[in-house]
């Protein structure tokens, strides 16, 4: 494909614009730019502040100067990020004179509100195309299935027109030339601070990716990184902003901390992946995959978001890589992010505990069943089936656009599924009763995110689910539920077959059925969770954070 990204070189720039220039210049020609000041205070209202930090004192000089470094390179993607979920970044907040307004748009990455299903909350920008910045607007589906170009569904090429109006890829690294340049140069910095052999590998190998396109040689190094105190996930990972076909993947960047004694608490959990996988409650066809043993589950305090990360709510637990084969052959890393998860249960989870669990039950929320929830959430995506057992390829293919909202599905009711099973095993501590309480509160927490998010969807799914399976009650005089642990343990089974067998078909319609008839919120659900924004209960956390925060300028 070479030639042909040489030939186009020169049309790139005259493209590149092309699919956002409508959305930008409505935005520029509003009279109106935003809705009223008190509108925009209750969106920012409903984020809490947090100042990131975390203990550096056990990290020597070199360590630190390191973390600034990552933190400089993490900065980068933010570029990169707004420019395939909007566009043009500085023509739009330059249509704004009212502070929170921009303060807004910053935090969502573009006039689009990710907490009310990408509702605008910019006059005349009109509804987020599910395209976002990958594809030209004017695409038609059709016309991306007849395109004759073999690298048109890579996660890191975009799709623009040439001077003629016939569709081209664009490599990331080619549209993104200076940036990554210069976030290479950085990571080869870090580098030479860089005492451990695995992290110093892995440094130089994302470098190089970021400038070819090629990232399973770095995920593989990744995988291999067992001692270091230091991390980065930087790049384009996650596929959740294309809502066209769910192919391209988003710039991101997490800078972390090690917790060396937690990550040991956690150390034995990934052996036991391949018995649970034997286990799953679905047909031998849907689990005849051995997910990886090289598997690693570790704690850590997160320093900086940035990118894909960054927008809307944060992500508190991270599992990659993503790459199936990958995944295959070496497992997935889980990385618990241990001081944004703290933030959210005190913050978020204990409020609305005290508001919508009956009080009774109100002891089972506990930060321990948050903590290992959300651990085995990222754990359970290594379970289950990667290749679809009829021959349609990778199940992320067959599903397309659907993909992402059923794998969150997936490792959500498989977490608590490996839970159950440790438990009766004794290798995991405290009650099934906390797990599965604190399981329903985080659902309400959770689905506060927005059906447009694949976690809002998943949740909603499985609150419906749970709902006509009778896994819990709502008293109507006081609007609070009660957990039936009985009936959430056989609908727990029953969602886990449903979706896994989803998965193994590459059943693209019916999950795009599921989404649509299980993928809504009641009546009775949105008074409730109108509740928790009339008492004042934040959604999510937005962070004070960088290299000034850290004390490392």
């Not at 038609?140 to 975009?158: G, M, P, R, V, W």
């Not at 990744?222 to 996930?233: C, E, F, G, S």
């Not at 090690?258 to 150390?267: N, Y």
């Amino acid at each position: 494909m070479k030639p042909r990204h040489i030939l186009f070189a020169s049309a790139i720039a005259a493209v590149t614009f092309s699919c956002t220039s409508k959305t930008s210049e409505d935005a520029a020609n509003t009279a109106e730019t935003v809705q009223t000041d008190d509108n925009i205070q209750q969106k920012l209202d409903k984020y809490t502040t947090v100042r990131l930090t975390a203990d550096l004192e056990n990290l020597s000089a070199n360590e630190k100067q390191m973390v600034a470094l990552l933190i400089e390179a993490g900065v980068n993607m933010n570029e990169l990020f707004w420019y395939e979920a909007y566009g043009r970044r500085d023509s739009l907040l330059a249509t704004l004179d009212n502070e929170a307004a921009k303060q807004y748009v910053k935090i969502n990455y573009g006039p689009w509100d990710r907490l009310e299903n990408n509702e605008p909350f910019i006059a005349g920008v009109g509804p987020k195309p599910d395209a976002a910045n990958f594809y030209p607007h004017d695409m038609t589906k059709n016309e991306f299935e007849q395109a004759n170009l073999s690298d048109k569904t890579s996660q890191y090429t975009f799709l623009r027109r040439d001077a003629n109006g016939k569709l081209i890829t664009v490599p990331y690294h080619a549209q993104f030339r200076t940036q990554v340049q210069r976030t290479a140069d950085l990571l080869k910095q870090a580098t030479n601070l860089a005492d451990d052999a695995g992290l110093k590998k892995y440094l130089n190998l994302r470098a190089e990716a970021l400038l070819t396109d090629n990232y399973q040689p770095s995920d593989l190094a990744w995988m291999d990184m067992k001692n270091n105190k230091i991390d980065v996930v930087i790049g384009p990972i996650e596929t959740y902003e294309d809502k066209l076909f769910g192919y391209k993947a988003a710039h991101e960047a997490y800078v972390l901390i090690k917790d060396m004694e937690w990550s040991e608490r956690l150390a034995k959990y990934a052996a036991f992946l391949p018995e649970l996988q034997r286990g799953l409650p679905v047909a031998a066809n849907y689990k005849k995959e051995t997910p990886g043993t090289d598997s690693d589950l570790n704690a850590y305090d997160v320093v900086f978001y940035a990118g894909d990360s960054n927008a809307g709510s944060k992500t508190i637990a991270i599992n990659l890589p993503n790459d199936e084969e990958v995944q295959l052959k070496k497992g997935t890393r889980r990385l618990q992010l241990k001081n944004a998860m703290r933030a959210k249960f005190d913050k978020i989870m204990v409020p609305i505990e005290e508001e919508l669990i009956v009080e009774d039950q109100q002891q089972h929320v506990t930060f321990d069943a948050f903590f290992a929830n959300t651990m085995f959430h990222e754990v359970a995506h290594g379970l289950g089936i990667k290749n679809t057992i009829n021959g349609k390829g990778t199940v992320r293919e067959a599903l397309k656009e659907h993909a992402s909202a059923l794998e969150e599905g997936k490792a959500d009711i498989l977490g608590l599924y490996m839970i159950t099973q440790l438990h009766e095993k004794g290798e995991v501590e405290g009650s099934l009763e906390d797990y599965y309480t604190t399981f329903l509160a985080g659902i309400f927490r959770s689905v506060r995110f927005g059906a447009a998010s694949a976690h809002g969807k998943a949740n909603m799914v499985r609150f419906n689910f749970f709902a006509e399976n009778g896994a819990f009650e709502r008293d109507a005089q006081t609007g609070k539920y009660r957990v039936n642990y009985a009936k959430m343990r056989e609908a727990m089974n029953k969602l886990s077959e449903k979706i896994l067998t989803l998965q193994g078909n590459g059943d693209y319609a019916g999950v795009g059925q599921l989404l649509e008839e299980q993928g809504q919120i009641s009546a009775n659900l949105q008074a409730d969770l109108d509740r928790l924004s009339q008492n004042n209960i934040p959604v999510d956390i937005v962070f004070e954070q960088g290299v000034d925060v850290l004390g490392l300028k």
